[in-house]
């Protein structure tokens, strides 16, 4: 069930994203891109601690 709105408020992300034009999609991919690199180096070192 989380999934299930987690992944609805990521196509309603995207769908307001395409409505302000190329730019803003553009941006939310190239944000989203570097929050996945950055949240998976964390748990890598979060990992890496032992928690």
Do not use: E
Not at 9 to 24: F, H, K, L
Not at 25 to 46: K, P
């Amino acid at each position: 069930m989380l999934r299930l709105l987690l992944r609805l408020a990521r196509i309603g992300g995207d769908v307001s994203a395409i409505a302000r034009g190329p730019g803003a999609l553009g941006r939310r991919l190239i944000r989203r891109r570097a929050y996945r690199a950055s949240f998976g180096l964390t748990r890598r070192l979060l990992r890496g601690l032992g928690l």
